[in-house]
C-alpha cells in the first residue's frame, strides 16, 4: 500500500511509497482503511525530533476511515465501521483510568514503541502508535472509536486530536469563567479550537496572538474578539485588562519563551493553560519569589484533560447543533501525493488544517 515514510529524524520532506505494509494484525487489532487525516503540528515536531518518536516512521495521528478487519476478541466493531483513530486510548485499569483521568493512562504510548508497518528494508514505526499517513493502519481495537453516519471522515479526524485538545482546553482543564478576559498565544489549529471553546464558556474578551496574518484573520472569524501580533500583545493587554493582565492566557506553540510571556500576561490569581507540546530539553523558568507571590495557576493540558472518550461525543454534539464550526477549520484538501506542499503549508502557517485525502 501507499504510505509517507520519513527515513530519519530532522529530515524535512516524506517520501511517499507503495511498497508499506501494515503488519501486527491480530487478536484484540483492527485493520482501519484510511480516508482522512489532518496534519497537526505535533508531526512536524516528531519528525524534528522536539517530540521522541523512533524512525524510520509514518507520521499522522488524526485520522477517520473505516473497519477493514476485525481481530478475535473484538466484539464492538464490525468491518465497514465508520472510526476516527484515538492516538491515546485507555486501558480502563491503570489508576488514572480509575480516577477518570483517561488523558493520562500510558497504554497509548507503550504501543508506541512497536512497529506496526514494514517495508522490504525492515520495520516502520507509526507515529503516536498509530501513523495515519497511510492507507491503512492496525490499531489495538481501542484506538478506533466508532463515529455516527453524518460526521464527514475529515471532520472525524479533526475532532481526533486538534479540536478535542483545544475546546478541552478552555472547557475541561482552565473552565473558563462566564465574563472573563483570555488571550490565545498561537492559532494554528489547537489555538482556533481554544478560542470557540473559550467563546462556548462565555469569555468576554478573547485575544488572538499570532504572528501570521491570516491566522489572525481566522481567529476573528471563530470568535475572538480582537487579534494581533506578538508584538501587539501589551496594548491589547492594556486595553482588554488594564495593568492586571488576562484571567487566562492558553500557550498554544510549545516553547518556553511564549510560555513565559504567557505567564507574565496573566494576572495574579489568574490562570496560565500550558496546551503546546513542546522539548523535553526547552525549560520554563520561574523564580520561586513570583510563583509565591502571584499565586497564578499553571495548568498543563493534555490532549484536552479529560476523559477522551466523553470530550469526543461532546464535540460532535456541539458540531451538530452548530455552536463550533469545524468545516471552516479544514483550510486545505490535497491527496497524499502532495504531503510535503502541505508541510510547507502548515510550516509557513498559510494553512490552518490541511486535511490529507487518502
Not at 530532522?10 to 487478536?27: I, R, T, W
Not at 506496526?116 to 498509530?130: I, K, L, S, W
Not at 483545544?166 to 472547557?171: F, H, R
Request: proline letters at 4%; a negative charge.
Amino acid at each position: 500500500m501507499r504510505a509517507a515514510v520519513l527515513h530519519e529524524t530532522g529530515q524535512s520532506k516524506l517520501e511517499v511509497l507503495d511498497d508499506v505494509e501494515a503488519v501486527g494484525f491480530g487478536p484484540g487489532k483492527v485493520r482501519v482503511r484510511i480516508r482522512a487525516t489532518g496534519l497537526c503540528h505535533s508531526d512536524i515536531s516528531a519528525m524534528t525530533g522536539v517530540l521522541p518518536q523512533p524512525a524510520p516512521f509514518i507520521p499522522g495521528h488524526e485520522g477517520a476511515g473505516e473497519i477493514a478487519e476485525v481481530g478475535d476478541g473484538v466484539s464492538h466493531l464490525r468491518t465497514g465501521d465508520r472510526v476516527l483513530v484515538c492516538w491515546l486510548p485507555s486501558c480502563g485499569s491503570c489508576p488514572s483510568c480509575k480516577r477518570g483521568q483517561t488523558q493520562l493512562c500510558l497504554a497509548g504510548f507503550r504501543n508506541a514503541g512497536t512497529p506496526n508497518f514494514q517495508r522490504p528494508g525492515g520495520d516502520v514505526f507509526g507515529f503516536a502508535g498509530t501513523g495515519t499517513f497511510a492507507e491503512e493502519v492496525v490499531i489495538d481495537a481501542s484506538c478506533a472509536v466508532p463515529i455516527p453516519d453524518d460526521l464527514p471522515f475529515d471532520i472525524a479526524a479533526l475532532i481526533g486530536c486538534g479540536v478535542t485538545t483545544g475546546l478541552g482546553a478552555a472547557i475541561n482543564t482552565a473552565d473558563v469563567a462566564a465574563g472573563s478576559s483570555v488571550a490565545v498565544i498561537g492559532c494554528g489549529g489547537v489555538g482556533i479550537a481554544a478560542i470557540q471553546g473559550a467563546r462556548l464558556k462565555g469569555a468576554a474578551q478573547i485575544v488572538a496572538v499570532d504572528p501570521i496574518a491570516s491566522r489572525r484573520e481566522a481567529a476573528l472569524r471563530f470568535g475572538a474578539t480582537e487579534a494581533v501580533s506578538p508584538d501587539g500583545l501589551g496594548d491589547a493587554r492594556k486595553r482588554v485588562a488594564g495593568s492586571e493582565g488576562f484571567d487566562y492566557v492558553f500557550e498554544v506553540v510549545g516553547k518556553s519563551a511564549t510560555a513565559r510571556t504567557a505567564y507574565e500576561n496573566t494576572r495574579r490569581g489568574g490562570t496560565l493553560c500550558v496546551v503546546g507540546a513542546g522539548a523535553m530539553d526547552d525549560f520554563l523558568q520561574l523564580n520561586m519569589f513570583e510563583l509565591f507571590f502571584d499565586e497564578k495557576r499553571i495548568l498543563p493540558s493534555l490532549y484536552g484533560g479529560g476523559d477522551v472518550l466523553a470530550s469526543y461525543e461532546r464535540a460532535i454534539a456541539l458540531w451538530r447543533a452548530g455552536r463550533i464550526d469545524l468545516e471552516n477549520m479544514i483550510t486545505h484538501r490535497v491527496p497524499l501525493a502532495e504531503i510535503n506542499d502541505a508541510l510547507e503549508q502548515m510550516r509557513t502557517g498559510t494553512a490552518l488544517r490541511t486535511c490529507i485525502e487518502i
